[in-house]
């Protein structure tokens, strides 16, 4: 993940904190500005939330189509999406192509790379997940020179926040979008990680904590070893996973960014900067881990971002470990490759690229420790919930409750003058979740491969929801009903939804596609409107419910109305009596005193088709006169009801 050099890490939301604010006569440090403005950000995402949704857009943005076999390829839509309440866009910045595709994300430079791992090539039926993946990282001034300040000869300032996002593929997944996604999540839930279906945020459950080591015997008595952590600096240690049970650590929240040019022999690498070190305790010694990154995003002025560690599928390098140390002189070391093919295949791709445009990123880590007995990594790899492992040098000890996911990252702020403290506090106790990366996911579409005959076909169903914005919502819904599952409205229950139209005033129920189990009783009501959606809205009786009642019945109310949809009903058998959607054309109920109820079981009503969708139920006893005056009005409600559709 991108790092800032920052002095600490404090967002705790159960502190229900809304800001920062300064006060006069006090130092203003870097953590209060950056978590104020977090308060504020977050407070905006979640607003955000709570008006989109988990995840929705107002136009095509995202949408999934025109897929190939060979190769594996879709476009992506140009537009917007929404993800955990975070705006991610297609198409609006210079440079990039609308729609993009597939293989060419204007988030993902490298995903044509050798070694990186796409979805296989179906050879029978089967049905594929595209889902979006969303997060933020920091952009440094070493990865967009504009932002640095000629002024101060060279010297970085702050850095800038950029969302990212990619779209990926899970092959072999459920038929249906809720299961497909359902079955995305599972694993991640069974190592008790958790995800958040009302914001779309996918949470490790891998705790930190932190411990100090014993107080060795010293060697001048006058000058004991004290408790806690024994550097001399003010320090924000950094501790990274980067497999599910290793990790890495460093000083200064691991800051440095580097770019640098590197030519592979071998298992060996050779590292030149073209951005050097700018003070000595940034030089990489022997010993140490180095972490060297592809591009993974290009911004407008055509500066690249580098592709990050977020989880397991997304972002990362390779590592290597400093063989012989940085000479300031030649602005060179070496280093032994974990993965020397990997390497290869990043600089092979910057085969392209003109010469004096050709680097890759560098970032220094403390490997923890010696490796483990047989093991071949260039991390500390971890047990959860065994002893604590010292981070060497610093007296302080960090010790897992389980494995995490690949990018989380924790930001421990250790200070010489409190020693035996660091923050957040929750290090010492109960042990504190990472610090980031916050990461958001929704599905997209489903991709179905199937045959007919001996040709596989393919077709992408859309898994993606969508809203009107405020100046284009046509008003004409009082109150909407959904089911839960298949649409979400303002009520669950089409008897709720009338109940809360305002008594003695017009109104319209417009009932949302799905399924309704219940029976719905209106009593003293008048002028309203009940709308489904055609063969998508099915009303039928509640399970168990054997009894021959009527779905709709009406007591004392006039102009009881359905709206327009040029669709056929959907007839849903079920237990006792049942419609694919009730509406009447118009029905107006005898007045106070009498009661009128459609029933199935009883013969007092005769049902008709009216239109192209409703069945309306007729009373014998009504006079050829108010049933002329009442079917001419019906007409008229019927046209309006159309018209404002």
Same mark, same amino acid.
């Given at each position: 993940?991108?790092?800032?050099?920052?002095?600490?890490?404090?967002?705790?939301?159960?502190?229900?904190?809304?800001?920062?604010?300064?006060?006069?006569?006090?130092?203003?440090?870097?953590?209060?500005?950056?978590?104020?403005?977090?308060?504020?950000?977050?407070?905006?995402?979640?607003?955000?939330?709570?008006?989109?949704?988990?995840?929705?857009?107002?136009?095509?943005?995202?949408?999934?189509?025109?897929?190939?076999?060979?190769?594996?390829?879709?476009?992506?839509?140009?537009?917007?999406?929404?993800?955990?309440?975070?705006?991610?866009?297609?198409?609006?910045?210079?440079?990039?192509?609308?729609?993009?595709?597939?293989?060419?994300?204007?988030?993902?430079?490298?995903?044509?790379?050798?070694?990186?791992?796409?979805?296989?090539?179906?050879?029978?039926?089967?049905?594929?997940?595209?889902?979006?993946?969303?997060?933020?990282?920091?952009?440094?001034?070493?990865?967009?020179?504009?932002?640095?300040?000629?002024?101060?000869?060279?010297?970085?300032?702050?850095?800038?926040?950029?969302?990212?996002?990619?779209?990926?593929?899970?092959?072999?997944?459920?038929?249906?979008?809720?299961?497909?996604?359902?079955?995305?999540?599972?694993?991640?839930?069974?190592?008790?990680?958790?995800?958040?279906?009302?914001?779309?945020?996918?949470?490790?459950?891998?705790?930190?904590?932190?411990?100090?080591?014993?107080?060795?015997?010293?060697?001048?008595?006058?000058?004991?070893?004290?408790?806690?952590?024994?550097?001399?600096?003010?320090?924000?240690?950094?501790?990274?996973?980067?497999?599910?049970?290793?990790?890495?650590?460093?000083?200064?929240?691991?800051?440095?960014?580097?770019?640098?040019?590197?030519?592979?022999?071998?298992?060996?690498?050779?590292?030149?900067?073209?951005?050097?070190?700018?003070?000595?305790?940034?030089?990489?010694?022997?010993?140490?881990?180095?972490?060297?990154?592809?591009?993974?995003?290009?911004?407008?002025?055509?500066?690249?971002?580098?592709?990050?560690?977020?989880?397991?599928?997304?972002?990362?390098?390779?590592?290597?470990?400093?063989?012989?140390?940085?000479?300031?002189?030649?602005?060179?070391?070496?280093?032994?490759?974990?993965?020397?093919?990997?390497?290869?295949?990043?600089?092979?791709?910057?085969?392209?690229?003109?010469?004096?445009?050709?680097?890759?990123?560098?970032?220094?880590?403390?490997?923890?420790?010696?490796?483990?007995?047989?093991?071949?990594?260039?991390?500390?790899?971890?047990?959860?919930?065994?002893?604590?492992?010292?981070?060497?040098?610093?007296?302080?000890?960090?010790?897992?409750?389980?494995?995490?996911?690949?990018?989380?990252?924790?930001?421990?702020?250790?200070?010489?003058?409190?020693?035996?403290?660091?923050?957040?506090?929750?290090?010492?106790?109960?042990?504190?979740?990472?610090?980031?990366?916050?990461?958001?996911?929704?599905?997209?579409?489903?991709?179905?491969?199937?045959?007919?005959?001996?040709?596989?076909?393919?077709?992408?169903?859309?898994?993606?929801?969508?809203?009107?914005?405020?100046?284009?919502?046509?008003?004409?819904?009082?109150?909407?009903?959904?089911?839960?599952?298949?649409?979400?409205?303002?009520?669950?229950?089409?008897?709720?939804?009338?109940?809360?139209?305002?008594?003695?005033?017009?109104?319209?129920?417009?009932?949302?596609?799905?399924?309704?189990?219940?029976?719905?009783?209106?009593?003293?009501?008048?002028?309203?409107?009940?709308?489904?959606?055609?063969?998508?809205?099915?009303?039928?009786?509640?399970?168990?419910?054997?009894?021959?009642?009527?779905?709709?019945?009406?007591?004392?109310?006039?102009?009881?109305?359905?709206?327009?949809?040029?669709?056929?009903?959907?007839?849903?058998?079920?237990?006792?009596?049942?419609?694919?959607?009730?509406?009447?054309? !118009?029905? @107006?109920?005898?007045?106070?005193? *009498? #009661? %009128?109820?459609? =029933?199935?079981?009883?013969? +007092?009503?005769?049902? $008709?088709?009216?239109?192209?969708?409703?069945?309306?139920? !007729?009373? @014998?006893?009504?006079?050829?006169? *108010? #049933? %002329?005056?009442? =079917?001419?009005?019906?007409? +008229?409600?019927?046209? $309006?009801?159309?018209?404002?559709?």
């Amino acid at each position: 993940m991108a790092t800032q050099d920052i002095s600490r890490h404090l967002y705790q939301p159960e502190k229900h904190y809304s800001g920062a604010r300064s006060q006069k006569g006090r130092v203003i440090l870097d953590s209060d500005f950056n978590e104020g403005e977090i308060l504020d950000d977050e407070s905006q995402r979640l607003v955000v939330v709570d008006v989109v949704g988990r995840h929705g857009s107002p136009n095509l943005g995202y949408s999934i189509g025109n897929v190939t076999k060979v190769p594996y390829d879709f476009t992506i839509g140009s537009g917007t999406y929404y993800l955990g309440g975070m705006r991610h866009e297609i198409g609006s910045s210079p440079g990039t192509t609308a729609p993009q595709t597939f293989r060419k994300q204007s988030n993902w430079l490298q995903s044509n790379r050798p070694g990186v791992t796409l979805p296989s090539q179906p050879v029978g039926p089967r049905n594929d997940l595209v889902y979006l993946v969303g997060w933020e990282q920091p952009v440094s001034a070493t990865e967009d020179g504009e932002l640095l300040e000629a002024a101060l000869s060279g010297l970085d300032t702050s850095d800038r926040m950029r969302r990212m996002d990619r779209v990926l593929v899970a092959t072999g997944t459920a038929g249906t979008c809720a299961a497909a996604f359902e079955g995305f999540v599972g694993p991640f839930i069974a190592l008790n990680h958790s995800y958040d279906w009302a914001s779309g945020e996918l949470k490790s459950g891998a705790r930190l904590t932190v411990s100090f080591e014993a107080v060795p015997t010293p060697d001048d008595l006058c000058s004991p070893a004290g408790n806690g952590y024994r550097g001399h600096e003010n320090q924000a240690i950094r501790i990274q996973l980067f497999a599910p049970n290793m990790y890495l650590w460093s000083y200064d929240n691991a800051a440095p960014l580097f770019r640098v040019r590197a030519s592979v022999t071998g298992s060996e690498v050779t590292v030149e900067f073209m951005t050097a070190p700018w003070q000595q305790e940034q030089f990489p010694l022997k010993g140490q881990v180095l972490e060297i990154l592809p591009w993974g995003a290009q911004i407008a002025n055509g500066e690249r971002v580098a592709d990050h560690r977020i989880d397991a599928n997304i972002g990362g390098g390779v590592l290597a470990r400093v063989t012989t140390s940085y000479n300031p002189r030649t602005k060179t070391l070496k280093a032994s490759i974990e993965d020397a093919a990997l390497l290869t295949n990043m600089l092979t791709w910057l085969g392209p690229i003109p010469e004096a445009d050709r680097f890759l990123y560098l970032r220094v880590w403390n490997p923890g420790g010696p490796k483990p007995e047989g093991v071949d990594t260039y991390g500390t790899v971890f047990v959860p919930n065994d002893p604590a492992v010292a981070l060497p040098g610093t007296g302080i000890k960090v010790a897992f409750n389980q494995v995490g996911i690949v990018g989380d990252y924790w930001i421990v702020a250790a200070r010489p003058n409190t020693p035996e403290e660091v923050v957040p506090w929750a290090l010492k106790s109960t042990g504190a979740a990472p610090s980031g990366p916050r990461r958001f996911y929704c599905p997209l579409a489903i991709v179905r491969w199937t045959l007919a005959g001996e040709v596989l076909q393919v077709a992408a169903e859309s898994c993606r929801r969508t809203f009107r914005p405020l100046t284009r919502l046509s008003g004409c819904c009082s109150v909407t009903v959904g089911d839960g599952a298949t649409s979400h409205g303002d009520y669950t229950s089409i008897q709720q939804a009338i109940l809360a139209l305002p008594p003695n005033e017009p109104g319209k129920v417009c009932v949302l596609p799905g399924v309704y189990e219940e029976r719905v009783h209106v009593v003293g009501r008048r002028n309203i409107v009940v709308e489904g959606c055609g063969p998508r809205t099915i009303l039928r009786s509640p399970p168990g419910d054997t009894l021959s009642k009527a779905i709709f019945t009406l007591e004392r109310c006039d102009d009881i109305q359905r709206g327009a949809s040029p669709s056929r009903p959907s007839v849903s058998s079920g237990s006792g009596s049942s419609a694919g959607w009730w509406p009447a054309a !118009r029905r @107006r109920c005898p007045r106070r005193g *009498s #009661r %009128s109820r459609t =029933s199935s079981s009883r013969p +007092r009503a005769t049902p $008709r088709r009216i239109g192209r969708r409703s069945t309306t139920w !007729r009373s @014998r006893t009504t006079s050829p006169r *108010s #049933r %002329s005056a009442r =079917s001419a009005r019906s007409v +008229r409600s019927i046209s $309006r009801s159309s018209a404002a559709s």
